[in-house]
């Protein structure tokens, strides 16, 4: 999204800001200050008035290059300045200081470090399979990539016990709660356990404190903006945290069995946790009763990235050591796909 201008401001400006947009070479993208996330981490530039100003300075956004206040001529220029705090390069009075604010927009568009990709793994029922899924993924991308594997499924087994390192020192979620914006990846990816490149950030074994969403998001974007690539193991509770990393992430990929209650049960949460935000389905089987991958995905009405067949003698395996991935087996064949998909940019 390099060349796309995120607009959060007040319609009033639009046609000052389409005017401002076409000269600088940008697509005007229209979003909402309470929901932009995602667009706001990948658009080339952002302009936003007084009173959209007023609600990000309450999100906990990471700062970011090209952000710039607007305002009408006739406008209180006191109240975008405010714009200041959250890190923008300007502020701009329309129409009065289009060509200023042309000329900035150009220099937003020169080439600067994009964050590495992010996926979410989402069950879509109990005993899905989607954290050794997940883990798997993990260590598909460590092939290539730093990763950090992020645990957020309360309710799970933990991602540390799935590799192997529960009794390995290092950083749990407990010891980094109430952190926001101060969080540094590269200090992250040493303080937190690792195994075969994959660091882990877990629950500890108490599991009492609930995870905060601001803390979990600026570990997301710590790691992404040190160069790591992020999975994260969703739980299927609907909440601030799995809200705001599915806004953030690249790649959503939903896990359900090939049965009927299974179906039933994705479905629902799909409904609840996702509502119009895109994701591609893995379904695990073989079927009791015949359904095919197809069958399955339509049903849900999300679309189909794969499907792959249980390994009887994997659980096995996780508990004499952790999850070890053998290359032709269908759970590798299946975390390749997703990790494709994640490079090639689907969202």
Same mark, same amino acid.
């Given at each position: 999204?390099?060349? $796309?201008? #995120? =607009?959060? &401001?007040?319609? %009033?400006?639009?046609?000052? /800001?389409?005017?401002?947009? +076409?000269?600088? !070479? ?110 798997? $993924?993990? #260590? =598909?991308? &460590?092939?290539? %990539?730093?990763?950090?594997? /992020?645990?957020?499924?309360? +309710?799970?087994? !933990? ?110 949460? $799909? ?6 935000? %895109? ?69």
């Amino acid at each position: 999204m390099t060349d $796309v201008l #995120l =607009v959060l &401001a007040d319609e %009033s400006l639009h046609d000052d /800001l389409a005017r401002c947009s +076409a000269a600088a !070479g940008y697509t005007m993208v229209l979003g909402d200050p309470r929901q932009c996330r995602h667009q706001w981490l990948r658009a080339g530039a952002v302009v936003a008035d007084s009173d959209a100003l007023g609600v990000l300075a309450h999100l906990d956004l990471p700062q970011r290059g090209g952000l710039l206040a607007v305002g009408s001529s006739d406008g209180d220029a006191r109240l975008w300045r405010s714009g200041l705090t959250l890190g923008a390069d300007g502020g701009f009075l329309l129409p009065d200081d289009e060509a200023g604010l042309v000329a900035m927009l150009s220099r937003a568009r020169e080439p600067r470090r994009h964050p590495a990709r992010a996926v979410a793994v989402v069950p879509g029922h109990g005993g899905a399979g989607a954290s050794t899924l997940a883990a798997a $993924v993990a #260590l =598909v991308a &460590a092939q290539t %990539s730093n990763v950090l594997l /992020l645990d957020v499924d309360q +309710a799970g087994p !933990g991602a540390d016990l799935m590799l192997g390192v529960e009794a390995e020192p290092g950083l749990r979620w407990s010891d980094v709660n109430g952190e926001t914006g101060s969080i540094g990846g590269a200090a992250l990816r040493s303080a937190v356990p690792r195994t075969r490149g994959v660091g882990v950030l877990a629950c500890d074994r108490s599991g009492r404190t609930p995870l905060r969403s601001d803390t979990v998001l600026a570990v997301l974007d710590a790691g992404r903006g040190a160069g790591d690539v992020v999975v994260a193991d969703v739980g299927r509770e609907p909440g601030p945290v799995t809200a705001g990393i599915v806004d953030s992430v690249d790649l959503v990929v939903v896990v359900t069995t090939a049965t009927v209650p299974g179906v039933a049960a994705t479905r629902r949460t $799909v409904a609840r946790m996702l509502h119009e935000r %895109s994701s591609l389905l893995m379904v695990r089987g073989p079927s009791p009763s015949g359904l095919t991958a197809e069958q399955v995905a339509s049903s849900i009405g999300v679309e189909l990235l794969g499907s792959y067949r249980a390994d009887a003698a994997l659980p096995g395996r996780c508990e004499a050591g952790g999850l070890v991935l053998r290359s032709r087996a269908p759970l590798a064949r299946a975390a390749r796909s997703v990790h494709d998909r994640l490079r090639a940019g689907t969202r």
